[in-house]
């Protein structure tokens, strides 16, 4: 890699942990992820050691906005792992990974600054409008691996991206009274909760049954679409939520 990408780049810091992509001309899609280290620089050595468990993503936004590129994007960075969108795994061949500087959940999961948003904000748009990626496909790493991932975690603000023409995003709708589904449940009201998040993308299998994996898609959609409660219950503001982006698709 002798050039950036992005004119956003402040910096180029290569990671020898890539491959080419498979299958795939062009990515199209976007994954967003935070480090979940307990600093920047501790995440961006480890993205780029040769060392396993060997991980690396093609950028990485510190707090204070600046933004380093460790990966071409024509390249394969290893930032997904195990995953699935629309029916569709190796999320890596298919996606672009940009790195948030965060903490995350393990390590006291904070509030991303304002000038690492309008940074981030910034490469998302360029990133997709140079690759044509469309709103569907602009997502966290949570949505593709939900009972692995937590990130980018609830405190994203999605919104911001969608003011600015990147991604799918829907006000979420308000608590209301209604059914909820929770963990346990089974049924045919199940299966149809299933299938509603199997039709954005989300890897769950429609079985009737609220299970694990059910639950986990459930609080990966809030994570993302309605962060107010993340406590994977399918409650009415969650799927009026979910209806309203499957209709704005």
Sequence with gaps: ????????????????????????????????????MRDGLAALR?????????????YVVFEDGEIVQSVAEERRAWHAGIGSWEGRGDVNSRAIGVEIVNPGHEFGYRPFPEAQIEAVTALAGDIVGRHGIAPRHVLGHSDTAPLRKQDPGELFPWFRLAAAGVGLWVPPAPFQDGKAYSPGEEGPPIQAVQALFAMLGYDVQVTGVYDRLTEAVVTAFQRHWRQDRVDGVADASTLKTLRDLLAAR
Excluded: F, Q, W
């Design 46 to 58: 480890r993205l780029c050691d040769p060392n396993p468990p060997r991980v690396s993503a093609h």
């Design 1 to 36: 890699m002798e050039r950036p990408d992005s004119a956003l780049v402040a910096s180029l810091s290569a990671s020898p942990n890539h491959d080419g992509r498979k299958g795939v001309e062009r990515p199209d899609m976007l994954i967003l992820h935070y480090t979940g």
